[in-house]
């Protein structure tokens, strides 16, 4: 159980293990890919939401090559991509208020703002640099066979290490509010209006959605449902790619690095299966020395912002002010590499790239068993880690002996 | 022990985020005397997992359940 399992809740009222919680994301991206032919991403839409945001402020971008790329048509609200974010957001959101746990959450030093904005812009730049974040070019990159995926997490395993040396000295990480004493909690209120709420947000979003299916939008129907079950899914169980890289590097936690690696597994497994029996084609993304420099840069921004662009998803649901700010650098950084792609970028790190997908390279079966073994390679380097660290860290007393809270972490 | 008679001292992460929480409730413990108390209070939903976690990871003992407060958490941990 978690360590805030009260008595008996509901499934929904509780928060869910990475562990399972990955696994059921990662094969549900791997039905979003059977029934769409697409991903589950989130990235390409922000680079497309600055685009038509220059568009507003009378910015001609017809000749800017990243935007053919990505293909901006219609608005945010007729793509099926659209949908998985807003979905995304609609989920957390509707969890959130289900759990009476929305508040607005302001850091009290204020340099987490200014944080924040530059990793996200940062990060923001690396992901599209990359033609993917943590998931196109990782959780669901690497179920494509596509080798730029591969190359990502190497950059952003990097990225991800040198970004916990910046954070972790005392001019970045600031002091803590700590006194002497008992300091008063905050005295909970009335948690009746936010469940109603949620309530009535889930109602009118699901009827939204079968609106989309019975007039034919399919499409925009499996957006939509899609990205709320990705965003309940990432809310409950608090799916954060940056902890998984950072809180191994700093601590040597391990939980969600390995959740992550199962749900990629699973994900596989089925993707091939699509691929292989139905014929639908991987999705591949080019391969480029940008591939490992997108990473670094994603690797550095997400740990400066304290979150990728999913994580910054369901934080910001959550009410923490500080994602705003990762927000707006997450579309600024995206927007700032589509304008740097015509002006040295592509020439200098992608144009020598090149396509290159497993499954083409040594077919389907081979695809998978490397896939596989990468991922357990990939496994046994972070079991180390953890078991390294946790030697170096441990206390005097190995062992806790009080017996509650040894149930609470189990 | 202390814990009847209330901490030694109060951590006041309210509206901190990850990682912030975790890496102050370490260092705090580190820098207390054994058997002290410390009051964690904070509002980071992943830190609601993340703290007694890494705390009990590394040996430390609650003098009582987290309780929940509202949207935060309360935690007892002896250094």
Sequence with gaps: ?410 | MQTEAGPDFTLDLRGESCPYPVIYTLETLEGMKKGQLLHVITDCPSSFRNVPEEALRRGYVFARDPVQNGQEYLFYIIA
């Excluded at chain 1, 680079?47 to 293909?71: E, I, N, P």
Aim: proline share 3%; hydrophobic share 50%.
């Design chain 1, 1 to 410: 159980m978690t360590a805030h399992s009260q008595p008996r809740r509901s499934l929904l009222n509780r928060y869910w293990h990475p562990l399972p919680t990955l696994l059921i994301a990662g094969a549900l991206s791997a039905l979003y890919f059977g029934l769409t032919g697409t991903v589950w991403a989130v990235t390409g839409e922000f680079t497309r939401l600055g685009g038509q945001m220059l568009h507003l402020f009378g910015v001609d971008t017809s000749g800017w090559g990243y935007f053919d790329l990505v293909k901006i048509k219609g608005t945010t609200l007729t793509r099926s991509d659209g949908w998985i974010v807003w979905g995304m957001f609609a989920g957390a959101l509707v969890m959130v208020l289900l759990n009476n746990n929305f508040r607005i959450r302001v850091p009290h030093q204020k340099r987490r703002f200014a944080q924040g904005l530059l990793g996200g812009v940062i990060a923001g730049f690396g992901a599209r640099l990359a033609m993917g974040c943590n998931l196109a070019a990782f959780f669901t990159g690497v179920p494509q066979f596509s080798v730029h995926a591969w190359i990502f997490i190497v950059g952003t395993g990097v990225g991800t290490f040198a970004g916990t040396r910046i954070i972790t000295r005392g001019w970045w990480k600031g002091r803590p509010r700590l006194s002497a004493g008992y300091v008063r909690p905050t005295a909970p209120r009335g948690g009746r209006i936010q469940p109603i709420l949620g309530a009535g947000l889930a109602g009118a979003y699901a009827a939204l959605t079968l609106w989309f299916f019975l007039s034919g939008q399919t499409m925009l129907g499996m957006g939509a449902l899609a990205g709320a079950l990705f965003g309940v899914l990432v809310e409950r169980g608090q799916i954060c790619f940056t902890s998984a890289f950072r809180d191994l590097w700093i601590m040597g936690r391990a939980v969600m690095a390995k959740a992550i690696i199962a749900g990629m597994a699973v994900s596989s497994l089925l993707t091939i299966l699509a691929i292989g029996v139905y014929g639908i084609p991987p999705i591949t993304q080019v391969a480029a020395l940008g591939t490992v420099v997108g990473g670094l840069l994603f690797g550095v921004g997400i740990v400066m912002a304290s979150s990728c662009e999913t994580g910054m998803m369901f934080r910001l649901m959550e009410g923490q002010m500080l994602y705003l700010a990762v927000f707006i650098g997450n579309i600024a950084g995206a927007t700032l590499l589509a304008y740097s792609w015509d002006h040295g970028v592509y020439n200098l790190l992608v144009a020598g790239g090149q396509k290159i997908n497993l499954v083409g390279l040594v077919g389907p079966v081979g695809a998978i068993n490397l896939t596989l073994a990468l991922l357990a390679i990939l496994y046994a380097f972070i079991v180390v880690r953890e078991k390294k660290h946790l030697k170096a860290g441990a206390k005097s007393a190995p062992v806790p002996t009080h017996k509650g809270m040894q149930d609470h972490a189990n």
